[in-house]
């Protein structure tokens, strides 16, 4: 199974037309991907007990742990990806292990392209996941309302779909 999630909160997210993109190449690959939106299913704040529990944070612990491969789609916010995915992670922690895992990031400019790094050193270093070697960054101006409009961009985004695949079926095999 392919996981596609959606980390940004905001009804007019670019990172989840991102993740729409993603989620569209996967299908017309003839593959099947889970969609998970944190927008539609609202997780509790991390809070080292409680929130475990919650059957949205338990929900989404068992579409990682059943995946294969996880594209994550996420704004940046203040040179990192939001808080909403570092929490995600923090409540389905050692679901993660050994999963394949894909990063795509909207930004409002240029100089974050390397936002992704730390929830990518987290995952790799915390949980042992083979981070896709290869991520997407957009900027504002790869957008037209709620479309990609940027064939560059849509371009990567096959590409990270067809590596990502790549990767997660040899070590699937």
Not at 9 to 32: D, H, M, T, V, Y
Not at 130 to 135: K, L, Q, S, T
Not at 156 to 165: A, G, T
Request: glycine share 8%.
């Amino acid at each position: 199974m392919i996981l596609v999630l959606s980390a940004s909160l905001n009804p007019g997210s670019r990172s989840r037309i991102l993740a729409n993109a993603c989620f569209e190449k996967l299908q017309s690959l003839g593959r099947e991907p889970e969609w998970f939106d944190l927008a539609q299913t609202p997780l509790p704040f991390c809070d080292g007990a409680q929130a475990y529990g919650d059957p949205n944070v338990i929900e989404l612990g068992n579409l990682i742990h059943q995946a294969e491969a996880i594209f994550v789609a996420s704004p940046v916010y203040n040179y990192d990806v939001n808080a909403a995915i570092k929490n995600a992670v923090e409540l389905t922690g050692k679901k993660w292990t050994g999963k394949v895992v894909a990063l795509m990031l909207a930004a409002g400019g240029s100089g974050s392209y390397m936002s992704a790094m730390g929830l990518a050193n987290s995952l790799m270093l915390d949980f042992r996941c083979y981070i896709v070697p290869r991520f997407v960054y957009a900027t504002g101006e790869s957008f037209e309302g709620s479309q990609l409009a940027d064939e560059n961009i849509q371009s990567r985004v096959d590409l990270l779909v067809d590596e990502s695949l790549r990767l997660a079926d040899a070590l699937r095999d």
